[in-house]
């Protein structure tokens, strides 16, 4: 678990990532979704998925993000937009401390699917003790 720090292309005329699916993100991109407009104090994900993976990119503001296999768990600050964080599957996400400016953009390996997600944290424990 680490945060990567992406290549910033661009010129005089301003900055950009290239995100490119199983090149320099680590699987092929199903779905983006981002978080915005997060109320203060309030944290978001507190889940896990089965399969899914997702690589975190805070585009504008910052945000933390707390990663937890059940055996470690690490807090990291995405504070760039060329900062991105791996969130394996059976992982426990939470996000956190969001600036108020926060957009979290989201890449997923997989199509949204309810059946994917560990939402009680006791059971995720049980499912990676498995
Ligand atoms: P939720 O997983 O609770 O958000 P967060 O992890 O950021 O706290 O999702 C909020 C709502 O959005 C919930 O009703 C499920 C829905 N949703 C989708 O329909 N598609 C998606 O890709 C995602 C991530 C969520």
Avoid at 11 to 22: C, I, M, N, P, T
Avoid at 91 to 96: A, F, Q, Y
Avoid at 102 to 120: F, G, H, K, P, T
Wanted: hydrophobic share 40%; aromatic share 12%; with cysteine.
């Amino acid at each position: 678990m680490a945060v990567v720090e992406h290549k910033i292309l661009g010129d005089q005329r301003g900055k950009l990532v290239a995100l490119e699916s199983s090149i320099n993100v680590p699987f092929e991109i199903k779905r983006v979704f981002y978080i915005y407009g997060t109320q203060p104090g309030v944290p978001r994900g507190q889940h896990s998925h089965f399969e899914t993976k997702q690589y975190l990119i805070a585009v504008n503001g910052s945000c933390k993000v707390t990663l937890d296999n059940g055996s470690a768990k690490e807090t990291f600050l995405l504070n760039s937009p060329n900062m991105a964080l791996f969130q394996d599957a059976m992982t426990w996400g939470e996000m956190h401390d969001f600036s108020s400016d926060c957009v979290l953009l989201v890449l997923a390996s997989d199509y949204y699917d309810e059946s994917d997600y560990i939402r009680n944290y006791d059971d995720f424990l049980l499912e990676v003790s498995k």
